[in-house]
């Protein structure tokens, strides 16, 4: 079947230091690619997400990036602080015709002070 | 305030009794989603609905029905549970089939 895959599974850096975390999609049909943020406790939260016509997308501190030839896309966190530590969900989405929605397995940022 | 609220938030029931967790949301959303996480998974998509009386299995339906009677409520029934359906279950509505989705508070279910 179609899969995400996401790494690393564990990322730990420095407050200040960049995060960058990388997922490869196997459904060349995907046409959209959310990040989610999930806290201790709670569901996930959209943070950036880009689109299959779109190369690179930025707000602020976050970036994702796209390369459909390659099916990559990644997550670059810059000036990193304590309170991005968390998990954190790429997945890819083929909307038309239907809601399928595949996650990869997720990222555990741990952001030291 | 916009929100996807679900229920129980916590279950601990026995194999084979039938249950059922709740999902509303107040945003008009037409897409809702059901969701279980687990460790080193990620979240696994069980089943959707794109519309009233309108649903389509995810990845992981083995167990599981759904209905869609009304747009804001989308429950997720266990009509035999068994112990591998032990999980954090999650529900998700979105306006449309490639946006942001919601997420509810999550479900908490052991099945003993």
Redesign the interface.
Known sequence: ?ENVE?HP?TLSVQEGDSAVIKCTYSDSAS??F?W?KQEL??????II?I?SNVGEKKDQRIAVTLNKTAKHFSLHITETQPEDSAVY?C?A?T??G?????????TRLFVKA | EAQ?TQNPRYLITVTGKKLTVTCSQNMNHE?M?W?RQDP??????IY???NVEVT?K??VPEGYKVSRKEKRNFPLILESPSPNQTSLY?C?S?Q??????F????TRLTVL
Request: proline fraction near 5%; hydrophobic fraction near 25%.
């Open positions: 079947g996401q599974s046409n959209y959310p989610y406790g709670k569901g996930p939260q959209l997400d689109r969900f997945a989405s909307g038309t239907g809601f399928k929605t595949i996650f990869g397995a997720g | 996807v897409y989603s969701y080193g998974l990620g979240l696994r998509q959707y609905s794109m389509d995810g990845d999650f998700a979105s449309t089939s490639e946006g942001e989705q997420f509810g508070p999550g």
